[in-house]
Each structure stands twice: as structure tokens, then as C-alpha cells.
């Protein structure tokens, strides 16, 4: 922690602030869990040791619910286990996320009491929980997660009060940090990490966090003078200012009086209507529609009705076209299903359209470093490649490329996937300014599922992922290597 100290942050309570100057990129403090889980709905898919998302994992023998990669993960993560896999075996299955986390935290506090390494700054039932301040309804759930945790809780294991358990629920709703998979795709679990807890919000932050190597990483987003307080951000900011306070308040139970929430910046991009300047009443008209679609869209998706998902997208956006801005929150959300659904059903010129729109939409509101503004533009980039459209194509990778080597660094899975593509694309454009089409019948080659010959090189593609040397100058890889 030698980048960052623990100071009085007034209102806010305790914080964190740069002990010396930071540069761009620069990683603050990097740690591991006090203590974490995997997500119930994906317990068979992610590795409860590294969290890696992975297929035809081992499956722990006792308990048969836990699940590794190898022999290795099992044994790194049988300190943490060990106690869980008796309590599982006692009551016969395994109790919910939030329950398995709460013993894990104090599994390990009597094991460490409370803190794991000299670098950890307060001890975990130091932190806020707010037990206090819960709606109804959510005191509720914890009254019934405290009763579930009584009857896990093993046998002969140091007892506790209700109060103090309670206690470790609030925490844990209060500090809980969602783990993503190794590429930082999809959410599949839930941890605590003290240090990180100290870093109080701001809606347009200085750092940024993420998960690498099954550390979390706090990197600078631009350069931050000592003294200076590090901020994150607790709610993606593509949310009405109101809308990001209410969120703030309920979840966490402050009022968040940041510059960007108390002056409303950006909130009129968000509501913003066509340059073509329609009426205050074609606006809320339309507004209202785009509600009731999405929510539509909504269903059609969980159903798997992809068909009807485009349908309804179509219908909106025709509404929304010179009515709503492309900085509008309502036609960024549809723009963004658009793509995605297109992108699935291998329509990627039309998604590719879609995508630019939105990402041009994104560049407008977003902090230029931002991940999430990051990872759009990576997507939007291979969207373009696999249509075609290999100048764009190449040029949005390595926008994201420079965005994600700040948020995510050099040696995470995202970025070192991206620089492959990166290379992959500038060799592809050499070939097409050379050779048109040349390019095009390597593309072509690729995109059908089928052995084909190519300038004397068999090229077979298994599903998605192209194999053997393409041409003279170009490395091994997949036109199509990202899942969208």
C-alpha cells in the first residue's frame, strides 16, 4: 500500500488517497479476497478456486458440490474448503451464495481474526453494514439468511450471536464485490476485499477496478496529484442522475453529492432529442413507447425469441428515428440488443451499423478511459472485422486496445486477447490494400464451414475457430475469435 493511505474523508467516513503522484494506467494496490464464492447458477461451470469459467471441471468428491480445474486449484483452495465441505455434507446440499460467503468470512476470521496481511489496512468487521438502515423487505431476507446459516453453520465450530452474524450479512450486502470470469465477460461470483471497501464513490471517478488473476487491481484513469482522494464508482454512469442516486441509496445508503450528481452533467444528453428538434410531446411520446418495448424485448429475450427480440428493436428504432438523439439512454439500450442479437444470428453488417451508432452514442457520455466504454468499442471492432469491414474493423480495436491497456493493463486475458486481434487485423488490412480480393476469398474461406484451399494452405474450420496458416505473413488465428 505504498500508493495510497488511509485518511478522514469527512462525511463520507474513512477513504482512501493517493500517498504519491500517479500516472495514467498505474496500478495503486492489487488483493486477493478475504474471502469469496462462486455464484450458485454457475457452480458446475466456474472453478470455486480461481474462478475461471471452464468446461468438464473436477468436481470435489466429498461434498460433490464445489468443482476445479485440476488436482492443483482443489489442493490452493483447501484451506477455505475444508470446513465448507464438511457443513455442506452435514446439512446434504449447499446453502446460497450470500450464506456460504458469510461462513467463509468468518471461517477465516478465526483463522487470521480479521485480517490476512500486513498490507490490509482494517480489519473485516470493521466495515460499514448498515443493518440498521434495510427496507423492510430486505431485513427480512437477512432474518432468513441468518436462520439458513444457523442450521449450515457446522457443529462444534466457535459459535456466534445473531446480532454479529447479522452483522457479517450487512457487510458482506454493503462491500460485496462481484468477480468476473477470467476475460471479465460475465459475473460468476461474489468476494470481499477490505482495502478496496475503503474507496469511497464518486459517479465520475479517478480509478477504476478489476479483476486480474483473481486479484482485484485498482488502476489510476488518469493522472492523480498526492493527497488526492481515489474514487470508483459504485453504478455504471449511464443512468440518469436521480436515477444513479437512487440506486446509490438504496444499495449502499448515502446520498451521493458528487459534481456530476449535484449539477446534473450529461443528464440532458441522456433525455436528449433529435437535432431535427421534435416536440416536448413527440419526445415523451416516443419515450414512453421505447419503455414499454424494452420491457417487451425484455421478455422475447429470456423466452430465446431472437426473431421477435429484432422485430420489436426494429419497430422501436424506426419510432425513435428523428425523435430520439443517439445519446438517448432508451436508444442506446435498444441499438446495443440490436447488435448483439444481429451479431449472434451472423448478420454482421447490419450489426456492425447498429454498433457504430451506439458506440458513437457511448464516446458522448462516457469517461474517455472507461472500461465498459472500452470493452463496447472492442466488440463494436469485431463486429466490423467479421462483417467485412476490416479498416474500421482494425481501427476500433485499437481505440479499445489503448482504453484497456489503462483500465486492465498488459497481462490480463481481455487485453492479451485484444492485442492478438490487434496484430491479426493489421496483417489482414496489409492483404486487403494489397489485394482485394485475395482478402475477400480468405474471408470467405474462413466464414464457411467447410475445407477450403487457399494459396495452397488448407484452412478447416471447426464451428468458430480457424486453424493452419492463412497466408504468407499471417500467423495462425480466427477471423471469428470473440464471442459476442
Partial sequence: MERAELFDAGSKGRGLRAAKELNTGEVIFSEPSFAAVVFDSLATQVCHSCFRHKANLHRCAQCKFAHYCDRTCQTACWNEHKQECGAIKKLGSAP??????????????????????????????????????????????????????????????????????????????????????????????????????????????????????????????????????????????????????????????????????????????????ADSKPSADKVKEVTVFSKESLEKIEKSRVEGDYNEVLKLCYECLQKQENVLADTNLYKLQVLSIASEVLSYQRSFAKAADYAHRMVEGYRKLYHPNNAQLGMAIMRAGVTHWHAGQIEEGHSLICQAYRILMVTHGSNHAITKDLEGMRTQTELELKMFKQNKAAYQTMRDAALNPEKHLFMGVCIEVKGRTLTGSIASGISPSSLLPFCL
Avoid at 460468476?188 to 465520475?204: A, E, R, S
Avoid at 493527497?227 to 443512468?239: I, W
Wanted: aromatic share 8%; proline share 2%; glycine share 6%.
Fill in 96 to 273: 446460497s451464495e450470500n450464506i456460504r460467503l458469510a461462513a467463509r468470512v468468518l471461517w477465516r476470521m478465526h483463522k487470521d481474526t480479521g485480517i490476512a496481511s500486513d498490507s490490509q489496512l482494517i480489519s473485516v468487521d470493521q466495515l460499514q453494514e448498515h443493518v440498521a438502515d434495510l427496507a423492510a423487505e430486505d431485513f427480512k431476507q437477512l432474518r432468513a439468511d441468518v436462520h439458513k446459516f444457523l442450521q449450515y453453520w457446522s457443529y462444534g465450530t466457535r459459535q456466534h450471536s445473531v446480532d454479529y452474524i447479522s452483522h457479517i450479512f450487512g457487510i458482506i450486502k454493503c462491500n460485496g464485490f462481484t468477480l468476473s470470469d477470467q476475460r471479465g465477460l460475465q459475473a460468476v461470483g461474489v468476494g470481499l476485499f477490505p482495502n478496496l471497501c475503503l474507496v469511497n464513490h464518486d459517479c465520475w471517478p479517478n480509478c477504476t477496478v478489476i479483476l486480474n488473476h483473481g486479484k482485484i487491481e485498482l488502476r489510476a484513469l488518469g493522472k492523480i496529484p498526492e493527497g488526492e482522494e481515489l474514487t470508483v464508482s459504485y453504478v455504471d454512469f449511464l443512468n440518469l442522475s436521480a436515477d444513479r442516486q437512487k440506486k446509490l441509496k438504496e444499495r449502499f445508503h448515502f446520498d451521493c453529492t458528487c459534481e456530476h450528481c449535484s449539477k446534473h452533467i450529461e443528464d440532458d444528453l441522456m433525455t436528449a432529442g
